[in-house]
């Protein structure tokens, strides 16, 4: 099977990383304001790696997968910054030829399995149209390869399933159809929107297996977006973690884990259940919601709910800087476990402010 | 199973038509008898209310009538005495063809047009479309066809006018569906206006869910996405509007052959109340209302073609 491809060919060198993302935005013009979704986000991805974004709902992470992409809808959006993938300039693309890219190279998998589907179009149809359009593929190698696919995604008696309708299937199996789907012409980069959100929780961590194993048989580079930062662990490389729009701190996953610096993350950490914990260990909740996207507040965005903030933090927004581990970034100007954060916590826990209350809460009275 | 039950309704549904449409037309001031023989006197009508059992009880009269039905008979008209089943065999392919072909050019036009205006939802296409759609639906069928004949047939001769020859669809299909286009359009036109609307609703609709979204992922062109993935999920609602307009289109086709002076069943059943002659307004109104519920079981039918998720017996 050596299909032509009628798409362009990304030149990928080795020097330089697969996708650089430079201070994205994007922002939609609603009737309630704009809304500044993806405010400013810079990352580079090499070949072959995983990066997990990780944030509350409505941090902007699925927003910039789809921006990553260009897969944002076609009015009342703003989209700046620049996107390279390979040497191809993603921001200055013409959706037309988005296409060839999109599919090809670049494939998304999506929150929800079930609906991702078409449900009145067989499933072979719909693994094999990519195929078929990207790789000019016949329809007797498109349905071989299909075949080829499904079972390469753990599905059983693939021949027979081609036939079925989506609704036939399992949400587990339906997510495995979505997979095989965007994996179908061999893309360099995966986009996977919080791929088990609607799956239980045995059936959730096959699936993360499965990704992982098919970016490593593939080389693929992955972007894993979750709201867990428990299934980023060990399924990940490099993590950012989103907070309103931004990146608030990024770090290689072992790093991040070891010094967390930013409170938000501390926070993320411990809302997350731990096997380490005794059972019925009371989880952590974060108080307070993320602040309006159409309406930031001056200063560091999380400064309203964090157990460490200062007067500062809502006045000065504090940049991304430098921490001690390479590739260690954040953004705070009262660090987790540094003096100036401890500091800050006391104070805090001094004047019985209720987020650093929270925080410590055998101390609470 | 399902189709058994929906053939066996259907059915049901067709004999108590056949009870409502004796029953009215029996009740009717006037009797067949009287119209048969005219001034003939009292004698005449005493002789033809016999042979057609006139003096028998209701009911013995609906099942005889029933009886006769469920041979093929449906009787003869009063004046001149010809079999009803050869005056509505030669006037139905008229009316069908009337139906279908209006119902082609309306799907013809409205489905590109409700595409088009769905992509664009509230551009400036689909507030045209929209305007056009109303004002059309505003319009009745009565004074669309006059203008249209007015229009493509006096002012533009690129149509023949009314009361031209209509060859047979077998013989000459080129000249037939070219003296047919008319009529067809001015009945098409109410339809094109409702699949419109219904179908740019329901497109609009689609066009939000996650699996256009991941269509669009892969690659594929807007058309592709248009016609593979978004048309069959948004033509339910268009679908069972469809099977309850074939009602008022064969009202419409009734106006339509008068204006167009075209000899279809409208023709046979305005003459026939005309003429008091009540056994073929009885018969043509069962044909009528066959069609109409074999029109609305095929439909049922068509669902669990298009929805595989109507589809039983398969293991889910």
Redesign the interface.
């Known amino acids: 099977m050596s299909p032509k491809r009628h798409v362009r060919e990304i030149i990928d060198r080795e020097d330089r990383p697969l996708l650089q993302v430079e201070n994205l935005k994007t922002h939609f013009d609603t009737d309630h304001g704009l809304v500044r979704a993806v405010d400013g986000v810079s990352f580079n991805l090499a070949r072959g790696r995983t990066l997990a974004v990780v944030g509350e709902s409505g941090s902007g992470k699925t927003v910039l997968s789809r921006s990553v992409m260009g897969l944002l809808p076609h009015q009342r959006v703003i989209r700046e910054g620049r996107v390279h993938f390979g040497d191809v300039d993603l921001t200055g693309t013409t959706e037309r030829e988005l296409r060839d890219l999109w599919g090809a190279h670049i494939a998304m998998i999506f929150q929800d399995p079930v609906t991702s589907l078409n449900p009145v179009v067989k499933i072979g149809r719909q693994i094999t149209e990519s195929l078929r359009h990207h790789l000019a593929m016949g329809r007797k190698d498109a349905k071989e390869t299909a075949i080829a696919l499904l079972r390469s995604v753990g599905m059983p008696e693939p021949e027979q399933r081609l036939n079925w309708f989506p609704h036939q299937f399992s949400g587990g199996m339906c997510q495995r159809i979505v997979i095989a789907t965007a994996i179908a012409c061999g893309p360099k980069l995966l986009l996977a929107d919080e791929p088990t959100t609607g799956l239980d929780v045995t059936v959730s961590a096959q699936i993360l297996d499965l990704l992982n194993r098919l970016q490593q048989e593939r080389y693929m580079s992955m972007i894993l977006i979750s709201h867990d930062l428990g299934v980023v662990t060990g399924r990940s490389d490099d993590v950012i973690v989103m907070y309103a729009g931004k990146i608030v701190e990024k770090a290689p996953t072992t790093t991040l884990f070891r010094e967390t610096r930013m409170p938000y993350t501390e926070a993320l950490l411990r809302s997350a259940p731990r096997l380490a914990n005794a059972s019925h260990t009371r989880l952590h909740s974060i108080p307070g919601s993320p602040p309006d996207p159409s309406g930031y507040p001056t200063g560091c965005r999380f400064a309203q709910r964090c157990p460490y903030g200062q007067p500062r933090c809502r006045v000065e927004e504090p940049p991304l800087r430098q921490a001690d581990s390479p590739g260690h970034v954040f953004a705070c100007w009262y660090p987790v476990g540094t003096p100036e954060g401890l500091q800050a916590l006391e104070t805090n826990l001094a004047h019985n402010e209720s987020a650093a209350v929270a925080l410590v809460p055998g101390e609470a009275i | 199973m399902v189709a058994a039950r929906r053939i066996l309704e259907g059915l049901a549904t067709v004999l108590l038509v056949c009870f409502v449409t004796f029953f009215f037309t029996s009740k009717m001031p006037g009797s067949e008898a009287a119209v048969i023989c005219g001034p003939a006197g009292t004698a005449c009508v005493r002789h033809e209310s016999a042979i057609l059992y006139l003096n028998h009880p209701f009911f013995e009269r609906f099942f005889h009538w029933l009886g006769e039905l469920l041979q093929g008979n449906l009787g003869v008209t009063l004046a001149p005495p010809e079999p009803i089943g050869s005056v509505i065999a030669g006037a139905y392919p008229i009316t069908l063809e009337l139906i279908i072909y209006s119902q082609v050019i309306a799907v013809v036009v409205a489905i590109p047009v409700a595409m088009w205006s769905a992509l664009r939802a509230n551009g400036l296409f689909d507030r045209l479309s929209t305007t056009a759609t109303f004002a059309t639906l505003a319009i009745p069928v009565f004074i669309v066809g006059p203008l249209l004949a007015l229009v493509f047939t006096v002012k533009l001769p690129w149509f023949p006018g009314p009361a031209a020859n209509v060859p047979s669809l077998w013989s000459d299909p080129g000249q037939n569906l070219y003296v047919m286009f008319l009529p067809s359009l001015t009945l098409a036109i109410g339809s094109i206006a409702v699949y419109q609307r219904l179908l740019r609703a329901d497109m609009v609709a689609t066009l939000e869910?996650?699996?256009i979204?991941?269509?669009?992922?892969?690659?594929?062109?807007t058309a592709?996405i248009l016609f593979?993935?978004a048309l069959?999920?948004s033509t339910f609602t268009t679908m069972t509007v469809a099977g309850i307009q074939v009602g008022s289109l064969i009202t419409g086709a009734i106006i339509v052959e008068t204006v167009f002076a075209l000899h279809g069943l409208g023709s046979v059943l305005t003459a026939a109340v005309a003429a008091k002659d009540l056994p073929t307004v009885q018969a043509v109104t069962i044909v009528v209302a066959v069609f109409y519920i074999v029109c609305n079981v095929l439909i049922d039918f068509l669902y669990t073609v298009?929805?595989?998720?109507v589809r039983r017996g398969?293991?889910?």
């Open positions: 869910e996650d699996f979204v991941m269509a669009r992922a892969k690659g594929l062109s592709r593979r993935h069959r999920p298009i929805d595989p998720r398969r293991r889910a």
